[in-house]
Nanobody, 124 residues
């Protein structure tokens, strides 16, 4: 069982930056793939970025590639998402997730452990 708690969300103007954190606790948390997902009102939850257990492999949605950077510190059991050049369309609730993933690292259906989410609002 893994517990996940996100932080770092907030309101920012377009072009600004935010850094999200996700603190993980529980058995073997550092052995899981982890990912960031977001859900805007009326839209399905979508994968934003994911990272392998070792941190050696990362995956990004096309819409955020070059602007967002996912990283993890396994010594601190913490996942990060650095978000730069934010756009109004990035506005959503952001969730971190963890699980053993063999394929489809950006698919929310492959994750069973979820945090409560942190809101990101980008104004134009």
């Amino acid at each position: 069982q893994v517990q996940l708690v996100e932080s770092g969300g907030g309101s920012v103007q377009a072009g600004g930056s935010l850094r999200l954190s996700c603190a993980a606790s529980g058995y073997a948390a550092s052995r899981y793939y982890m990912g960031w997902f977001r859900q805007a009102p009326g839209k399905e939850r979508e994968g934003v970025a994911a990272i392998s257990a070792s941190g050696g492999s990362t995956y990004y949605a096309a819409s955020v590639k070059g602007r967002f950077t996912i990283s993890r510190d396994n010594a601190k059991n913490t996942l990060y998402l650095q978000m730069n050049s934010l756009k109004p369309e990035d506005t959503a609730m952001y969730y971190c997730a963890a699980d053993f993933v063999r394929w489809g690292a950006l698919s929310p259906h492959n994750y069973n452990y979820w945090g409560q989410g942190t809101q990101v609002t980008v104004s134009s």
